[in-house]
């Protein structure tokens, strides 16, 4: 057979297949059927290791096996979609919804200035925040009850990710409620060096340090770590050192500091996400975005099946994280924002799915995509 001929023979062969998976998938939808009847989960790992074993044993070629194990696995992971659709679709969910305007108690870290504290007025008006410390005691304060909702920086266009507030999701008992995004317009400023030339060191939090690394190296700053932008700024305005802070333009003037250079990023439109949590599940009328964080198995294609389910569903992965478990091992936990509103019956499919598959999986919240 020449090649137009094979291709023909391949169209045709598709079509059988098309019309077996079809007729496969209404034999699913009497098993959820009877599963949602008796009160039974979509799924039953033993079934599914007997379907996978089974399928193995008929391929007549070694080479294929692995490629026919990943075939089914993908049917299988279609039909569990397909079956938590019918059996939770008609499920209500009942939540909350997020009152920023009669918020009481809200917090962020650093001092005022900080870049947290711009991102706390885009959501809160003129309330006053309460700064802390660290990013661990706003999360405290907010599982606690102290706060009625904490402003964290999540993600930097330049630097990437804010690594401690993805752990700290995964220590304390909180949720997501709301994302805003915030110019970052960093400068060097300082209390008594007069040019560049004559600053020591420059301190700030080191993703400021790591979003103005190249203009920092072009000029051979010597750096040093401190805990927000903002309280680097204060405690260069209280010292009486030739040394400067990375901040904003608009703490370094409320600070009295000389403004020894602005538009210092790597990036010339540079931007942070800030989130914004709360103690317990409030989801927005507007929400169209959901952060969830879970475990994978450590075994062949568990990534792959992971990923497949989304694709199933037709939802577009907004942000994929991981971080490491520290627990001794090189695991970690990945952290998932995607697109979808938590009413949407392929949500709820999704979210039972990974419920029931997974050893670890939790709801983080919802938020407006920007």
């Given at each position: 057979m020449d090649l137009k001929e094979l291709r023909n023979k391949i169209d045709e062969t598709d079509e059988k297949i098309l019309a077996l998976f079809m007729e496969r998938m209404e034999y699913c939808k009497g098993v959820a059927d009877y599963k949602k009847e008796h009160n039974l989960p979509v799924f039953q790992g033993n079934r599914e290791q007997e379907v996978l074993d089974?399928?193995?044993?008929?391929?007549?070629?070694?080479?294929?096996?692995?490629?026919?194990?990943?075939?089914?696995?993908?049917?299988m992971d279609i039909s569990k979609i397909l079956q938590n659709k019918k059996i939770h679709?008609?499920?209500?969910?009942?939540?909350?919804?997020?009152?920023?305007?009669?918020?009481?108690?809200?917090?962020?870290?650093?001092?005022?200035?900080?870049?947290?504290?711009?991102?706390?007025?885009?959501?809160?008006?003129?309330?006053?925040?309460?700064?802390?410390?660290?990013?661990?005691?706003v999360f405290a304060a907010v599982q606690s009850g102290e706060l009625d909702y904490g402003v964290l920086p999540v993600h930097n266009?330049?630097?990437?990710?804010?690594?401690?507030?993805?752990?700290?999701?995964?220590?304390?008992?909180?949720?997501?409620?709301?994302?805003?995004?915030?110019?970052?317009?960093?400068?060097?400023?300082?209390?008594?060096?007069?040019?560049?030339?004559?600053?020591?060191?420059?301190?700030?939090?080191?993703?400021?340090?790591?979003?103005?690394?190249?203009?920092?190296?072009?000029?051979?700053?010597k750096t040093a770590e401190y805990g927000n932008t903002a309280t680097a700024a204060a405690m260069v305005a209280e010292s009486d050192e030739k040394i400067a802070a990375i901040c904003s333009v608009d703490c370094a003037k409320q600070l009295g500091l000389t403004i020894l250079a602005e538009n210092v990023a790597d990036c010339e439109l540079n931007r942070t996400r800030f989130i914004c949590i709360s103690r317990n599940m409030q989801i927005s009328p507007d929400a169209d975005a959901i952060s969830v964080m879970l475990k994978i198995p450590d075994t062949e294609g568990s990534l792959y099946r992971l990923l497949t389910k989304f694709c199933v569903n037709g939802m577009n992965l907004l942000r994929i994280e991981s971080r490491p478990l520290k627990d001794g091992s090189f695991n970690v936990m990945f952290y998932l924002d995607f697109d979808g509103h938590i009413d949407e019956p392929r949500v709820k499919a999704l979210m039972n799915d990974l419920t029931e598959n997974l050893e670890y999986f939790r709801f983080i919240g919802t938020f407006k995509n920007e």
């Open positions: 089974r399928i193995k044993a008929l391929t007549n070629d070694k080479e294929l096996e692995a490629g026919t194990a990943s075939l089914f696995m993908s049917i679709s008609s499920t209500e969910t009942v939540y909350d919804t997020p009152d920023f305007a009669n918020a009481k108690r809200i917090g962020c870290q650093g001092t005022s200035g900080a870049n947290s504290e711009t991102a706390a007025k885009l959501i809160f008006g003129d309330i006053q925040p309460i700064f802390y410390k660290t990013f661990e005691d266009s330049t630097a990437g990710s804010v690594s401690s507030t993805y752990d700290l999701m995964a220590k304390y008992s909180v949720y997501k409620v709301k994302e805003v995004c915030v110019e970052i317009n960093h400068c060097i400023a300082s209390k008594n060096a007069a040019s560049i030339d004559e600053v020591t060191t420059v301190y700030s939090h080191p993703q400021a340090i790591s979003q103005c690394c190249n203009y920092l190296t072009a000029h051979g700053i």
